[in-house]
Structures are given as C-alpha cells and as structure tokens.
T-cell receptor, first 113, second 108 residues
Framework: EPEVTQTPSHQVTQMGQEVILRCVPISNHLYFYWYRQILGQKVEFLVSFYNNEISEKSEIFDDQFSVERPDGSNFTLKIRSTKLEDSAMYFC???????????FGSGTRLTVV | KNEVEQSPQNLTAQEGEFITINCSYSVGISALHWLQQHPGGGIVSLFMLSSGKKKHGRLIATINIQEKHSSLHITASHPRDSAVYICAVPTDGNQFYFGTGTSLTVIP
C-alpha cells in the first residue's frame, strides 16, 4: 500500500538552528499538509499546499516556517530559527482530493535543546 | 473553545470487550475522520464518513449528521488495538479540527 515517508524519524537540534523536515507524499496525490503535535496535546494544523503554493495556513505557521516542493516528489517544512517550543512531532499528510482520503506519514520527532 | 470533543479521554478494557468512543462536534461538516495514533506516534486514517455507518474488520464507525455526533466501535477488542483514537473534522478549507484523542488500553 502506498505510504507517505518522512525523514528523519527523530531530529535533535540546538535552539536557533535551522531544520528541514522532509516528506515524500504519495505520488498521485495533489494536496499536501503539515501538522504538529506537542507532547501531550492534540494534533494541530500548520499548513496546506496545492499547485505549488500554500492554500491555507494556521496562526502557528509564522515567518519562521516555510514549505517547499523542490523537485516534484519531496515536500519539506523548514523552521528557520528553532525555539524550544517547536519541540513536537511533525506529521506530513497528502491526499488525492481536497478534504478526503488523507494518508499520514509516521512523523518526525523534533527535539530542540 | 473545542470544536471537536471526544469521550472518554482514557479507556481501559479487557481483551474481548466491545468498545465505544464518542465524538461530538460543533461545526458544520461534510465528512468526519477517525484516526489511529500508534504508541510510536504514527497516524493512520481509519475511516472517513459523511453519513450512516462504515465497517472495516472489527472497527465500525457511525455518524449522525443532524446530531453532530459520531461513534467508533471496536468489537472483540485485542491488545493490539491499544492506541490513541482521534476524531477529526475538516473545515471549509484544508484545515482539520482535531479532538484531543481517546487513549485506549486493552489488557490481555
């Protein structure tokens, strides 16, 4: 069964450093998403991406965050200058159509120290 | 304000028991998703439903759009069902409102 692949599975970074989280969505999917889950809290929406541009973003997704689909297969989330509170599990998801048929990746656990 | 409320938050069951997890939402929706989060953190989509009932193996999901309520049932529960079950509803856009999850532990 097709999967959404995320790498790395766990990343530890120093506060203030830039991190790039990588995702390979399912190949025929057109909509891409990033979510995060701070430990012990519920999953939160960050951003959705369609047709090479951001279609929606939450207030969490400030200027420190950016997304890119550099080569038609990878979908990346960049955090420019990490803060301690960015420590969370970050999930990528993709869907073939808007609002349905989501497949989630297994997540990247980001720890900012 | 929570657009999506789940109950119970925690649930412990003996193997073989019938389990029900409830989800109520306050926003108008076209569909509702049930997700399963494994102990390692990964998320799997179980169901998307917009009316009636869906069944997949021992899992059954029902929804009542008028009452804005959905239930996830697990028949003949097994320890491998132990996970966090999350109810999520999409907004008009591409966001989801997520419930806080129900942590299920099935004891052998």
């Amino acid at each position: 069964e097709p999967e959404v692949t995320q790498t790395p599975s766990h990343q530890v970074t120093q506060m203030g450093q830039e991190v790039i989280l990588r995702c390979v969505p399912i190949s025929n999917h057109l909509y891409f998403y990033w979510y995060r889950q701070i430990l012990g809290q519920k999953v939160e929406f960050l951003v959705s991406f369609y047709n090479n541009e951001i279609s929606e973003k939450s207030e969490i997704f400030d200027d420190q965050f950016s997304v890119e689909r550099p080569d038609g297969s990878n979908f990346t989330l960049k955090i420019r200058s990490t803060k301690l509170e960015d420590s969370a599990m970050y999930f990528c998801a993709s869907s073939e159509v808007r609002g349905a048929g989501y497949t989630f990746g297994s997540g990247t656990r980001l720890t900012v120290v | 304000k929570n657009e999506v409320e789940q109950s119970p938050q925690n649930l412990t069951a003996q193997e073989g028991e019938f389990i029900t997890i409830n989800c109520s939402y306050s926003v108008g929706i076209s569909a509702l998703h049930w997700l399963q989060q494994h102990p390692g953190g990964g998320i799997v989509s179980l169901f998307m439903l917009s009316s009636g009932k869906k069944k997949h193996g021992r899992l059954i999901a029902t929804i009542n759009i008028q009452e804005k309520h959905s239930s996830l049932h697990i028949t003949a529960s097994h320890p491998r069902d132990s996970a966090v079950y999350i109810c999520a509803v999409p907004t008009d856009g591409n966001q989801f409102y997520f419930g806080t999850g129900t942590s299920l532990t099935v004891i052998p």
